[in-house]
């Protein structure tokens, strides 16, 4: 049995050890506060990017699409009906992907995804809703009856269709635009990866 001196000496002794070891340890602990994503918290509307060109072009994409869905929705009756089937499934399914875009673009959502090339997400969708209504709108045009509901769709189709086709003129020259950034940016990359190899003769040596 060891006497009272002796444990106190020795949980003295255990104490400092702790203290210094706890010291020098790299592993410290910290009160600095550690940045939380929030969520959707902070978000701020861009302006910016709403008075832009392809802000204004987004925001007449989802309303003449809108219309135009709402025109074709009015119609009661139809004889054939595939016309009419084709261009309110165009119309809504334009005004649905479109307004996602709109809210991700002015809202700058589409930052905190990096991995989606949105640049061609952009063209994809303006292209294929440029195609679809200019054909759904044809497709109207030809089936309608001459109703005052079926002849505003189709404006409101053939204007959506104007509209998206300049969208993807702008997004094609964007596409382009990143696509030569992102060009330069690796040649750059390149460049100062080899310019390290070459003013670090021990890699040389290493590699021969």
Not at 25 to 50: H, K, M
Request: hydrophobic letters at 45%; charged letters at 15%.
């Amino acid at each position: 049995m060891r006497s009272g001196e002796e444990l106190d000496g020795f949980e003295g002794e255990a104490s400092s050890t702790s203290m210094i070891s706890g010291a020098s340890s790299p592993y410290q602990p910290t009160t600095e506060p550690v940045n939380q994503r929030r969520g959707l918290a902070g978000l701020r509307c861009d302006p910016d990017y709403l008075r832009g060109a392809l802000g204004c072009l987004k925001v007449a994409q989802v309303i003449l699409a809108l219309i135009a869905f709402i025109c074709i929705e009015t119609i009661m009756e139809c004889s054939p009906c595939e016309g009419l089937y084709f261009f309110e499934f165009v119309s809504c399914s334009a005004f649905v992907v479109t307004g996602v875009l709109l809210i991700l673009f002015s809202l700058n959502l589409h930052m905190r995804i990096p991995q989606i090339n949105w640049n061609l997400t952009d063209l994809v969708n303006t292209g294929l809703s440029t195609f679809f209504f200019f054909i759904a709108s044809i497709v109207l045009a030809a089936l309608n009856h001459k109703t005052g509901a079926e002849i505003a769709a189709v404006i409101f189709g053939f204007l959506a269709t104007a509209v998206y086709a300049v969208n993807t003129f702008l997004a094609v020259q964007k596409w382009r635009v990143s696509i030569h950034q992102q060009s330069a940016n690796d040649y750059i990359r390149a460049r100062t990866e080899s310019r390290d190899v070459d003013g670090r003769p021990e890699i040389q040596r290493l590699d021969t």
